[in-house]
């Protein structure tokens, strides 16, 4: 069964700073992937997907994604992070073996210092 | 489209009660899943329909069963509840998109708390 990793489990940011969530798949196959972000109070909502072509993916809010086949990872960047962003963050894979089964991982919670 | 809702939104519950949360949706959508989410394990699926009159077992199904009542509709009850599950639990539907990927969208979730 696939397993996904996000290492940093809490990330503190002033505004302006940039970001980099990592986020790393065990899975040898065919992959789709996804960053969801879940505000404060609030349901998940997708951000960005992967699923082929070009690996730099970018999503909304001016987020962007990396995929490194050969790093099994899937890492979540933003050049200029705001107040807003206070979020806890998913990185999701689904194998396409799996039929349209995600595997999140454990996430990531984000604060932004104004 | 209200997407997907749950109900209730809150509830408390005593070991040993059972009660059941309700989700539906408005998208037209084939498969609906029920998810629990605890801190810093991420989402993890309980139950999942793949289509209406099926069910399967995910990744946590025990102490949980599951009713796909319509192709809108997907409750899970608890029949026992136990101090470990305690968590919120969030309803999914998904959609297929071009080239086999399918996409989740997500309810507000239900946040239940078992004393």
């Known amino acids: 069964a696939q397993s996904v990793s996000q290492h940093n489990h809490h990330v503190i940011l002033s505004e302006a700073a940039s970001l980099e969530l990592g986020c790393n798949y065990s899975?040898?196959?065919?992959?789709?992937l996804f960053w969801y972000v879940q505000y404060p109070g609030q349901h998940l909502q997708l951000l960005l997907k992967?699923?082929?072509?070009?690996?730099l993916v970018k999503g909304i809010k001016g987020f962007e994604a990396e995929f490194i086949k050969s790093k099994f990872s899937f890492n979540l960047r933003k050049p200029s992070v705001q107040w807003s962003d206070t979020a806890e963050y998913f990185c999701?894979?689904?194998?396409?073996?799996?039929?349209?089964?995600?595997?999140f991982g454990g996430g990531t919670r984000l604060m932004v210092k104004p | 489209n209200a997407g997907v809702t749950q109900t209730p939104k809150f509830q408390v519950l005593k070991t040993g009660q059972s009660m059941t949360l309700q989700c539906a949706q408005d998208?037209?959508?084939?498969?609906m899943y029920w998810y629990r989410q605890d801190p810093g394990m991420g989402l993890r699926l309980i139950y999942y329909?793949?289509?209406?009159?099926?069910?399967d077992k995910g990744e946590v199904p025990n102490g949980y069963n599951v009713s796909r009542l319509n192709k809108r509709e997907f409750s899970l009850r608890l029949e026992s509840a136990a101090p470990s599950q305690t968590s919120v639990y969030f309803c999914?539907?998904?959609?297929?998109?071009?080239?086999?990927?399918?996409?989740?969208?997500f309810g507000p979730g239900t946040r239940l708390t078992v004393t």
């Open positions: 999914a539907s998904s959609a297929p998109l071009a080239g086999g990927l399918y996409e989740q969208y």
């Open positions: 899975y040898g196959g065919t992959v789709n």
């Open positions: 992967y699923f082929s072509g070009d690996p």
């Open positions: 999701a894979v689904n194998a396409h073996n799996a039929g349209n089964m995600l595997t």
């Open positions: 998208m037209n959508h084939n498969s």
């Open positions: 329909s793949a289509s209406e009159g099926t069910t």
